[in-house]
């Protein structure tokens, strides 16, 4: 190194005294910000930006030895590579995010040669000769978000081939001549946990399975356009449902399916279709651990030999075609599914998916509830199902009765009172008593009825701040006097109650 800081460090003469030389100058610059002085300099074939380096479309058959490590973008894109080794790059970039491969020759790549690039985000192997992804091919990419395979020559997919890629979550296979719909992607320990983007378009694909991409979709988007599909019932079946549900991947490339056209088996598929009436919600109920038989919404006839009748559960989706006796879970050829012992994890929505023939209305509805719990009333079947518009009602009345019954003892306790009128000769309203209107017909005869109570309310007189005097009781131990009593807004004087049941 002392040799090449020497040789840079030289000292140029000139009139004015001494300079640096634009190498020195660089040197510095470099160690400055904490690269070596061997890695630093980048190559006479590549472009260098602060931390992204591109040595695009210079047909390198084999990378410069001497790249920056410090980079977080590599562009090696539109050159001669035609394989990557364990040696195929010189030092490991620690710090690179996006590699950049597309439109070079790689036929080949060797296990672990992507362990030299751990933090990597995106990697684009486009349009590149790749016709088998042998296990463990991306060891080491544990960090990998996006990676771009279209436009190679893949025929097959190892297990294993996505290993280690935890965090993968967009993968591009269109392009390709894929024959077979890569399921180990997601079903293999240790591959894409959170994968929510998967394109397979422009394959080779004949066949898919139907009842595992029913499942899959729930998790992320799958483009199947232009793939040479046929169209059977399970297939139509699959793709009226995603049109119900506006399935984003099918919405955007319609025209690029086959079946959508009407040069599908729709009329075959379409004959135990009851009626063009628009498909309401439903609600089902069941005790724990009771059978219970909900039918597929639109359909009444059993199914034909071949279409398939498919229910999307809370927690798997089940088909007509499965024969298991001890299932929890079973479909008959008439599309009706049967929970067996339900449990009240059995409880959520449920889509009955089959091939009606038609598209379907934004107001009608696939979704039948079931829900699992103590029910009151049961059918004869030991079936209890309703609407939810009974449910509405049902809940409406009771707080309808529970209102109406707060209003009926408001109005009981807050009755207007009879009020004290003032009296000149005497002072107020004596015990500050409060009685229950009665008849005034009544008051004034004088007349009193067995059945007719009427109560008073006492509370101890109030002082008057002007008059000094002793306190006047406002009722006497021997007798009580009606003084101060109100009787119909009137007020008399001098009467005794004997009868104790006025009095309280």
């Given amino acids: 190194m002392r040799p090449i800081a020497s040789q840079l460090l030289g000292k140029t003469k000139s009139v004015g005294g001494s300079r640096w030389s634009p190498a020195a100058a660089a040197l510095l610059l470099s160690l400055c910000h904490g690269f070596p002085p061997s890695v630093a300099i980048c190559p006479p074939c590549c472009l260098c930006a602060s931390d992204i380096i591109s040595c695009s479309g210079h047909n390198l058959s084999v990378l410069p030895s001497d790249l920056p490590s410090y980079a977080t973008r590599l562009d090696l894109s539109h050159n001669a590579l035609t394989a990557l080794s364990l040696d195929w790059i010189s030092s490991p970039f620690d710090r690179l995010a996006t590699l950049v491969l597309n439109r070079n020759s790689i036929s080949r790549i060797e296990v672990n040669s992507f362990t030299v690039v751990p933090r990597l985000l995106h990697l684009d192997l486009s349009s590149n000769r790749l016709t088998v992804l042998n296990s463990s091919v991306f060891t080491g990419l544990k960090e990998l978000k996006e990676l771009l395979l279209f436009g190679n020559q893949i025929v097959q997919i190892n297990p294993g081939a996505f290993s280690e890629l935890y ?68 297939l139509l079946a699959l793709l009226e449902y995603w049109m119900w549900k506006q399935y984003r991947p099918l919405v955007d490339f319609k025209g ?135 449910h509405f009602n049902t809940a409406f009345t009771t707080l309808a009765s529970c209102v109406i019954s707060i209003i009926l003892v408001l ?44 109560v008073a309310f006492l509370e101890p007189q109030a002082e008057d701040s002007d008059i000094s005097g002793p306190k006047t009781p406002a009722m006497n131990l021997g007798h009580v006097t009606t003084e101060g009593i109100l009787k119909n807004g009137s007020r008399t004087l001098g009467q005794t109650l004997t009868d104790p049941e006025h009095v309280v």
Avoid at 258 to 286: F, I, K, N, R, W
């Fill in 167 to 234: 965090n993968l979550q967009r993968l591009y296979l269109s392009g390709n001549r894929l024959t077979a719909f890569p399921l180990e992607i997601y079903w293999e320990p240790g591959g894409p946990r959170n994968l929510t983007f998967l394109d397979l378009s422009y394959n080779r694909l004949s066949k898919v399975p139907v009842q595992s991409l029913l499942s899959l979709t729930r998790q992320g988007g799958i483009y199947l356009q232009e793939n040479p599909l046929v169209c059977d019932c399970a």
């Fill in 256 to 390: 690029e399916y086959p079946c959508l056209d009407g040069s599908g088996p729709g009329s075959e598929c379409s004959q135990q279709v009851v009626s063009d009436m628009p498909l309401e919600a439903q609600t089902y109920q069941v005790e724990p651990g009771k059978w219970l038989r909900v039918p597929c919404p639109g359909l009444a006839s059993p199914a034909q030999e071949g279409l398939g009748v498919f229910w999307v559960t809370p927690r798997t989706v089940v088909n007509s075609s499965t024969d298991e006796p001890s299932a929890h879970l079973m479909v008959f050829p008439n599309g009706t599914l049967e929970i067996r012992a339900a449990l009240m994890e059995d409880s959520g929505m449920y889509r009955c998916v089959a091939a009606r023939g038609r598209h379907y209305d934004p107001n009608e509805s696939l979704d039948v509830t079931v829900m699992v719990g103590n029910v009151s009333t049961a059918s004869a079947s030991g079936l209890a199902h309703g609407s939810g518009a009974e």
């Fill in 411 to 454: 109005l009981y306790l807050y009755l207007t009172p009879c009020r004290c009128r003032d009296n000149r000769g005497s002072r107020g309203c004596g015990g500050r008593a409060i009685i229950l209107c009665s008849d005034p017909r009544e008051v004034e005869s004088g007349q009193r009825r067995s059945n007719g109570k009427r």
